[in-house]
């Protein structure tokens, strides 16, 4: 009987192969592994429209707020140029200009000894300075892909950045100001502008436990790459809080709320930036005494070349390459796969430049025949846990989809 069932299974999918092959004008080598119910990702891709001007190649999921995404492709850099850092808004950013620069403050205050009131000038001289390459994820990359569909932008894999990041050590911020006993958390607040209108609503506080803010790698950042941090990327002021999601790293910072409790702050509460406590079935309702807050992002890889669509000739080896990342931890190990995952092949991966840096890889693949081939790619942190080829888990928000990047490519004779 099992044998029945598989070779069942196995002529339905070979006949599926064969007419996604004829949709796509080229064989499928490998079409008797295509997992049931997947789709040729060259099939499956929809074009998001829309641009912005001062991030040329980004995609724009919404303008107001302002959101936008950036194609894999434009992510190939070992460290993220500016204009290609992807934009996630909850408010409208405020306008700042010279002036506003030069008044800018920031305040700390809350459980601690001796609340301060500091400028970017007061930051730069009177703490040490560092450099550290960070990567910042939308909590929600990934969301695109959830099944049922999940409420809120459509990410699909490019709300990531890894660039160089300058600024202090919130570290050396909070401990200058003393931090109490009954500290346990952080409360930030920025200038950017309730899209009510209304300046008594917030549209974005959150905030982390005292140990990810005394983390020496979470920033008080007032440049990245060398340069001003772009306007809508939080210009002049931000927290860098690497491997959490990226609402945590609070942009036109100005206010540091040291709390004696959890931050209830603007989508800190219900499902904002929560998931189940519980595996739930796809669709279901959750309580939001059952959601817990997302804390470090899970393992996650990206192949950032070739472009997916891409054309080659049979004979020529295929250089593939792309990042990898995991949060809190590092990526132990990545693999790729030309089959649909029935098979899998150690890719060379480098360490990172520095903890919360993203990690490179890259792998050279040839191909044995003419036709349609997808490449598949896996990685896995260094606790044993490993990307998955389909949603992880759904939740309602359509958070931490760490499923496998796949591209097309299309070898001819």
Known sequence: MTKSVSAQTVTRRTAIAGGFAGALGAPIPFGRFLPTGMTPIALAQKEVTGVLADKPGLKLLSDRPLNAETPPHLLDDEITPSARMFVRNNGLAPIVDEAARDAWRLTIDGEVETPLSVSLEDLKNNFETHSFRLQIECGGN???????????????????SCASWTGVRLR????????????????HEGADLHLSGDREKLPLSRGVPIAKALEPHTLVAFAVNDGDIPLQNGYP????????????SQKWLTRIWVRDRVHDGAKMGGQSYRTPIYPVAPGVDVPDSDMKIIESMPVKSLITAP????????GHRLEVRGHAWAGDRAVAAMDVSTDFGATWTPADLTPPANRFAWQRWHADIAFDEPGYYEIWARATDDAGVMQPATQPGWNPRGYLNNLQHRIAVFVRT
């Open 142 to 160: 990934g969301r695109r892909f959830m099944t049922p569909p999940a409420r809120g932008n459509q990410w699909s894999f490019g709300a990531i």
């Open 172 to 187: 050396d911020v909070l401990q200058a100001a003393g931090l109490k006993q009954n500290a346990v958390y952080t409360g």
């Open 307 to 314: 472009q997916t669509g891409a054309r080659i000739s049979l």
């Open 237 to 248: 002021l931000r927290l860098v809080a690497p491997g959490w999601p990226g609402s945590c």
